[in-house]
């Protein structure tokens, strides 16, 4: 792939806090469509509290019943408590807070390149599945709507809820697709032999390790018949993830689906799969080297490091436009030609 060289073309420091009280510590992870002509991003926004109290850590959650933010005090010098990482605060190896909290946040340009972000949140935290933030949209385009699925971040787990909007103004919630732990859920743009399908990815606590799977629907939102697609064994990997990034874009050849992967260190890269077009959990092809990986500094350092992770694609006509999220706190953007993306997928254009 190659990189924008205006990149990064987010950072946080040009997004505006929602509150007062709050600072940016990432924007990144953002779904990616067109509409009206323009690109439109859906912002993953990260907010914390400033912290003014050297011995306390104050995190926000948001009240399921007022629909508002709340500050929840975690005192430093409490053992019970294990602050070594950023991200979360945990009690006996559980996780009982995020030091963040996220929302989604509407940017739209015109070149792909400067875009216009919103001062405000466009959707935000709402029932008890929610309360800890919504995280990692990715957008799939099917007739005159427009579906996000979203990963919601709760005490109660990590689930994969659902909203539908036709215009990005107004919006509609449908509910919980898939109950915890399950994130990484990218519908396909057509429906397949009668049925909507999607990837999405489960996350064993005990045994097993996160890998992709296949669900199949008759309405978008009762979803069964599950397929394992790739393991993490698949990729020589005994420990570590692999999840699915943007919706998969039809093709001459099958479903292309750019896809992640982590290590046990979590160092995060992106790769390339096609599946048949009649069957998206038979792979047909698959890259073996990286597409992209962390090698410049705002992939390697941030606010998570070594990390670049893409759940927005857009489709030119000789191009794919990957917007991914660099070290966690940042949006890139990277190129590659079809063209090339085909052969070395071991397909060529006659």
């Given at each position: 792939?190659?990189?924008?060289?205006?990149n990064?073309?987010?950072?946080?420091?040009?997004?505006?806090?929602?509150?007062?009280?709050?600072?940016?510590?990432?924007?990144?992870?953002?779904?990616?469509?067109?509409?009206?002509?323009?690109?439109?991003?859906?912002?993953?926004v990260?907010?914390?509290?400033?912290?003014?109290?050297?011995?306390?850590?104050?995190?926000?959650?948001?009240?399921?019943?007022?629909?508002?933010?709340?500050?929840?005090?975690?005192?430093?010098?409490?053992?019970?408590?294990?602050?070594?990482?950023?991200?979360?605060?945990?009690?006996?190896?559980?996780?009982?807070?995020?030091?963040?909290?996220?929302?989604?946040?509407?940017?739209?340009?015109?070149?792909?390149?400067?875009?216009?972000?919103?001062?405000?949140?466009?959707?935000?935290?709402?029932?008890?599945?929610?309360i800890?933030?919504?995280?990692?949209?990715?957008?799939?385009?099917?007739?005159?709507?427009?579906?996000?699925?979203?990963?919601?971040?709760?005490?109660?787990?990590?689930?994969?809820?659902?909203?539908?909007?036709?215009?990005?103004?107004?919006?509609?919630?449908?509910?919980?697709?898939?109950?915890?732990?399950?994130?990484?859920?990218?519908?396909?743009?057509?429906?397949?032999?009668?049925?909507?399908?999607?990837?999405?990815?489960?996350?064993?606590?005990?045994?097993?390790?996160?890998?992709?799977?296949?669900?199949?629907?008759?309405?978008?939102?009762?979803?069964?018949?599950?397929?394992?697609?790739?393991?993490?064994?698949?990729?020589?990997?005994?420990?570590?993830?692999?999840?699915?990034?943007?919706?998969?874009?039809?093709?001459?050849?099958?479903?292309l689906?750019?896809?992640?992967?982590?290590d046990?260190?979590?160092?995060?890269?992106?790769?390339?799969?096609?599946?048949?077009?009649?069957?998206?959990?038979?792979?047909?092809?698959?890259?073996?080297?990286?597409?992209?990986?962390?090698?410049?500094?705002?992939?390697?350092?941030?606010?998570?490091?070594?990390?670049v992770?893409?759940?927005?694609?857009?489709?030119?006509?000789?191009?794919?436009?990957?917007?991914?999220?660099?070290?966690?706190?940042?949006?890139?953007?990277?190129?590659?030609?079809?063209?090339?993306?085909?052969?070395?997928l071991?397909?060529?254009?006659?």
């Amino acid at each position: 792939m190659q990189r924008f060289k205006e990149n990064p073309l987010i950072t946080k420091q040009m997004i505006t806090p929602s509150q007062a009280n709050f600072s940016v510590c990432g924007v990144f992870n953002c779904g990616a469509t067109i509409y009206n002509k323009q690109i439109v991003l859906l912002l993953r926004v990260a907010e914390s509290y400033i912290q003014d109290d050297p011995t306390k850590v104050i995190v926000p959650q948001i009240d399921p019943q007022t629909k508002k933010t709340i500050a929840i005090s975690f005192d430093k010098t409490d053992s019970r408590y294990d602050f070594s990482d950023s991200r979360v605060i945990k009690k006996h190896k559980t996780t009982v807070a995020l030091t963040s909290l996220s929302h989604l946040r509407r940017a739209y340009s015109d070149d792909g390149i400067n875009f216009v972000i919103d001062d405000k949140p466009w959707i935000e935290g709402d029932d008890i599945t929610e309360i800890w933030g919504v995280e990692d949209p990715r957008i799939t385009k099917i007739s005159n709507n427009y579906f996000i699925t979203y990963t919601a971040v709760s005490n109660l787990g990590i689930f994969t809820n659902l909203i539908k909007t036709t215009d990005f103004f107004s919006f509609e919630r449908l509910g919980t697709l898939f109950v915890t732990d399950n994130k990484d859920v990218a519908i396909f743009p057509e429906k397949i032999k009668g049925k909507y399908q999607t990837y999405h990815r489960p996350v064993p606590t005990d045994i097993g390790t996160p890998n992709i799977w296949l669900a199949k629907s008759p309405d978008l939102i009762h979803w069964g018949e599950h397929q394992k697609v790739l393991t993490v064994k698949d990729e020589g990997l005994t420990k570590g993830r692999v999840g699915a990034g943007a919706p998969s874009i039809k093709t001459p050849f099958g479903w292309l689906q750019i896809y992640h992967v982590a290590d046990a260190t979590n160092n995060y890269h992106l790769k390339a799969l096609m599946t048949d077009l009649t069957d998206p959990a038979k792979i047909i092809a698959k890259t073996h080297q990286p597409l992209l990986k962390p090698e410049r500094d705002y992939e390697q350092n941030g606010f998570f490091k070594n990390v670049v992770f893409a759940n927005g694609i857009i489709e030119r006509e000789t191009e794919f436009i990957v917007y991914y999220g660099a070290a966690d706190d940042k949006i890139a953007a990277a190129k590659i030609k079809k063209a090339d993306l085909y052969e070395r997928l071991g397909f060529k254009n006659d």
